[in-house]
């Protein structure tokens, strides 16, 4: 079983993931947890190119290097952990590059649907969830739980940006309602997961 979070920088979605993968294996489950971009050599190399302050990228190139960094995680780690029986958490998929560089960096649609298609051959997760919260609240606990490092170059994008980023996570959320899930991020994390267990329960017993 294959499953994806997703939500604006500061959503909490990471925090969600640790403790659903906490839930999973102490049901006997063996669960791989990858992040993108990363989980590979390659990925981890090219999510340093992507966060560095001192790179300046065009929004296609970021497009592609998110591709080619997506296709590497898929074949390495994602098929071969499907193909043994595991389950498989993402902190974000395919649906952050429609969200991020579609829908942020306004890139057209369709071009960016054909590069997903391209990186993800055909893997999509059973479900994905969404932890809604809005731009200002993320943006206040991530400077609540901020260390002494800047913002990435992704975290420095902007409130337009992200206001559009959040807009096409939810029009994603109306096109494929049966694999992707809204769940309101301002509640507290114990009621989030709470509703994330009932949800990945009912699907793992079906």
Not at 102 to 122: F, H, K, P, S, W
Not at 130 to 154: C, G, H, K, L, W
Not at 179 to 185: L, Q
Request: charged residues 25%.
């Amino acid at each position: 079983m294959f499953i994806s979070f997703e939500g604006i920088d500061g959503s909490g979605k990471s925090t969600q993931l640790t403790m659903l993968r906490e839930w999973i294996e102490a049901r006997g489950y063996r669960v791989v947890t990858v992040r993108e971009p990363g989980a590979t050599m390659l990925s981890e190399s090219i999510r340093e190119i992507l966060l560095s302050n001192k790179q300046n990228i065009t929004s296609a190139s970021e497009l592609l290097l998110f591709s080619a960094a997506r296709v590497q995680l898929v074949e390495k780690v994602i098929e071969p952990a499907l193909a043994q029986g595991e389950v498989v958490l993402c902190d974000r998929y395919v649906d952050s590059t429609t969200a991020y560089q579609g829908y942020g960096r306004q890139l057209d649609l369709e071009q960016v649907a054909l590069c997903n298609r391209l990186a993800t051959r055909g893997v999509m997760p059973a479900l994905t969830l969404f932890i809604d919260v809005p731009y200002d609240e993320a943006q206040q606990r991530m400077n609540f739980t901020a260390n002494s490092s800047e913002p990435d170059r992704m975290e420095r994008s902007g409130r337009d940006f992200y206001n559009r980023v959040r807009n096409g996570y939810l029009g994603i959320a109306a096109a494929e309602p049966q694999r992707f899930i809204v769940i309101d991020g301002m509640q507290d994390r114990t009621a989030i997961h709470k509703e994330i267990v009932g949800i990945v329960d009912r699907l793992l017993g079906a």
